[in-house]
């Protein structure tokens, strides 16, 4: 109705959008509607089998007062009041954390994990995330006094990882590695790169992966870098800081070259699967041997292989199990 080819149609989000488009690729009845695909800060690699998903009805439904005999009734609950059912029945730390379900019908099988959906073979994939994503939903990730994260001293920091889940025994040599490779970042810096590291970096390289053992060869990976001027510095590369970028809607002028290259590479990917345009260095394809990323910083973008790859290796072991 637009103009466009319904051959050569492409689809993406972001956090919740992303993790929409992992479930879409698994989906049999969508195959062939979509030809590309990609996938910003939501790696979600699995999703909820159907126990846990008529678990999470009931309740909602319990909280409503409805008989699950009667769901009809759900018609005429007010948005509102299904609003506050599902925040009170579900994640306290993600109150609205429902979400697809293997139902046998729309979705037969795992999503991601522990391998790429058929139904996802052949559609090429360009995923990534940020750098800091955590720095939005410090409440949600840390206990206790969240807003004490971003004034953090060594003490401060080695204390949170290792209450985080990191072995006590492994957070110096961690810390090592990081203060090696950027010794001029603060410690609450590293707190955040750390927890995005357990977190979104550790889901888009593990679907990287999967995406190619299933034998693809167009996968492309970028890592968010550029510390925004948002929230007095404070947010850095926040989640949903590259989003904007992608749509052209630039607030600070310093962005501006980073928009084009973002949303260039986004269009280019779109036409061909291949997010090359002459706005950016080489881009290669993400392959296990390389693990070659796009960092997307101001004032300039660049191609790395495998960065921070020994503290990757590290982090891959200790996974938050947190889409962020």
Not at 119 to 131: D, T
Not at 145 to 157: C, H, I, M, N, R
Not at 169 to 180: F, G, I, K, N, T
Not at 259 to 277: D, L, T, Y
Request: proline share 8%.
């Amino acid at each position: 109705g637009f103009g466009g080819d319904p051959g050569n149609v492409t689809i993406f989000g972001e956090s919740g959008g992303g993790a929409k488009i992992n479930t879409l690729m698994a989906m049999p009845e969508a195959k062939g509607l979509f030809h590309k695909a990609i996938v910003e800060s939501g790696s979600l690699l699995n999703i909820d089998d159907h126990a846990a998903g008529t678990a999470a009805a009931r309740a909602v439904l319990a909280a409503l007062g409805l008989d699950e005999n009667h769901i009809e009734a759900l018609d005429r609950v007010p948005a509102d009041a299904l609003y506050k059912a599902m925040q009170e029945s579900g994640d306290p730390h993600s109150p609205l954390g429902f979400g697809p379900v293997i139902d046998g019908v729309t979705v037969l099988h795992q999503t991601w994990d522990p391998a790429a959906p058929p139904e996802a073979a052949g559609v090429p994939l360009l995923v990534g995330n940020c750098k800091d994503e955590i720095t939005l939903f410090v409440g949600s990730f840390v206990p206790g006094d969240a807003g004490s994260v971003f004034d953090l001293d060594e003490a401060g920091l080695k204390k949170h990882l290792a209450e985080s889940g990191i072995p006590v025994e492994e957070v110096d040599p961690l810390l090592a590695l990081y203060h090696r490779g950027d010794p001029g970042e603060t410690p609450s810096d590293l707190f955040f790169r750390i927890a995005a590291g357990r977190g979104a970096c550790w889901n888009a390289a593990r679907q990287a992966e999967l995406k190619i053992a299933q034998g693809e060869k167009d996968v492309y990976m970028y890592y968010f870098t550029w510390n925004t001027p948002c929230g007095e510095g404070r947010l850095r590369a926040f989640h949903t800081a590259e989003l904007p970028l992608a749509m052209r809607l630039v607030d600070h002028p310093e962005a501006e070259q980073l928009s084009r290259q973002i949303s260039g590479a986004w269009a280019a990917f779109a036409r061909s699967g291949n997010p090359a345009h002459p706005g950016l260095p080489v881009w290669p394809a993400y392959t296990l041997e390389e693990r070659a990323t796009m960092i997307f910083d101001v004032p300039s973008s660049t191609v790395v292989n495998d960065p921070d790859g020994e503290e990757r290796r590290i982090l891959r072991r200790y996974p938050s199990g947190s889409l962020l």
